[in-house]
């Protein structure tokens, strides 16, 4: 046990150890902040990216405009991203991931090909009017040849194939008709995808907007629909 001239010589150091602590607590405090302020930055840029490719494309698109877009000097911009071309391709990537992650038929496999299927037409066509921007981006990528995207395709190509076996497996249990697989996703996401790319086509036609919650329940209803009898599935 210490003995008494320990406990002072202990409790003489307390208000050190009390004072030592505390600094401790805001260098945490001042790292966490900044890394959060780092964070809010970088969705800034992100965001401010995602508006100028989606409207001018990546050769139309410079960093000085970004820089002004998300309110940073382009020295700043230049402090967080290496060059347009970093930039561009975080962008590609969130696009992807986005798509990656959603349209999955592996997330609840007990599903019934009516259920998954109506589900990734839903999700499809809601992710069009929520992204309209990343949809663009990917479609101008697209059109201008797609040679930034050559390092995702493998990825791709490997998750489709994935939903494809599912389809196969459907129409082996007499779900639904005899189908190619991969031409049945391409014509879901060519349906859906007008809606994001021809919004003001659409809208003249609807004769109303798309961010109108009846119009849209409409339009994907329809959707469903029309899949799903191409599919040969029963309509409930």
């Excluded at 109108?212 to 899949?227: A, M, P």
């Amino acid at each position: 046990m210490p003995n008494g001239k320990d406990i002072n010589h202990y409790g003489a150091l307390g208000p050190q150890f009390h004072e030592y602590g505390a600094k401790v607590a805001k260098v945490d405090q001042r790292t966490q902040r900044s890394k959060q302020s780092r964070q809010e930055i970088m969705n800034k840029i992100l965001d401010a990216a995602i508006i100028e490719f989606s409207q001018y494309g990546f050769q139309g698109v410079s960093t000085q405009a970004i820089a002004e877009r998300a309110n940073l000097k382009k020295s700043q911009l230049h402090y967080y991203i290496e060059d347009k071309e970093a930039l561009y391709s975080k962008v590609l990537g969130k696009v992807l991931d986005g798509w990656r992650t959603i349209f999955c038929f592996d997330a609840h496999p007990d599903m019934s090909a009516r259920d998954s299927i109506s589900a990734f037409v839903r999700l499809k066509f809601r992710f069009a009017l929520e992204n309209p921007e990343l949809s663009r981006i990917f479609t101008m990528e697209i059109l201008s040849g797609g040679e930034r995207l050559e390092k995702y395709w493998p990825y791709s190509i490997a998750n489709t194939h994935s939903k494809v076996l599912h389809i196969q497996r459907w129409v082996s249990n007499g779900e639904m008709r005899t189908l190619d697989g991969r031409l049945l996703i391409m014509h879901i996401w060519a349906l859906t995808q007008y809606y994001s790319d021809y919004t003001m086509q659409a809208e003249l036609l609807m004769g109303a907007s798309l961010s109108d919650s009846e119009t849209c329940s409409k339009i994907e209803q329809e959707l469903v629909t029309f899949v799903l009898m191409g599919c040969g599935i029963p309509i409930q």
